[in-house]
């Protein structure tokens, strides 16, 4: 389950579900990075950085859910309220409110799913991990698969 985790948060740093939290106004003059950022002016802030930077992460564009066990990214948080290197759902105040229930529904499906069926690449139909916007952020080409069923033994029903 620790391995499990660590892929949906890879995933999650890798191809985070949106790149822009929600728009802040500055409500007076402030200093941000080394810009001046002027009152009333709205900021869109682009999240992705935080995964794609090769400081905070070692080969950022590799997926690596290892690091999220032992390396870079053991002490990270998806949250973004600690060790601040990613913030898929936000963070602060306008954080996501379905994050907690969302994210246990990816680590179910995907459990489940892993568990139940036997997944073998599609021959000559590679996935394409480019992303591409829609409401959210997606695939280019999304992973195709023949999914086979496992030992009825092993299913467990929910």
């Not at 740093?13 to 929600?22: A, I, W, Y």
């Not at 564009?61 to 390396?71: N, Q, T, V, Y």
């Not at 073998?120 to 069923?149: C, G, H, Q, W, Y």
Request: proline share 9%.
């Amino acid at each position: 389950m620790s391995y499990l985790s660590a892929v949906v948060k890879e995933t999650f740093r890798r191809h985070p579900p949106s790149h822009f939290v929600l728009s802040h106004a500055a409500t007076k003059e402030t200093e941000l990075g080394g810009y001046t950022i002027p009152a009333d002016a709205n900021l869109e802030i682009y999240t992705a950085w935080l995964t794609e930077d090769p400081n905070a992460w070692k080969n950022p564009d590799e997926f690596i859910p290892e690091r999220f066990l032992e390396g870079d990214g053991v002490d990270v948080d998806i949250t973004g309220t600690r060790n601040l290197k990613m913030m898929p759902f936000g963070a602060g105040r306008r954080i996501c409110p379905a994050l907690t229930l969302g994210t246990l529904h990816v680590h179910m499906l995907l459990a489940q799913m892993v568990q139940a069926f036997k997944w073998v690449p599609v021959p000559d139909s590679p996935p394409d991990p480019t992303e591409t916007f829609a409401f959210t952020v997606v695939m280019k080409n999304p992973l195709r698969a023949v999914i086979l069923p496992r030992s009825s033994s092993t299913v467990v029903a929910c």
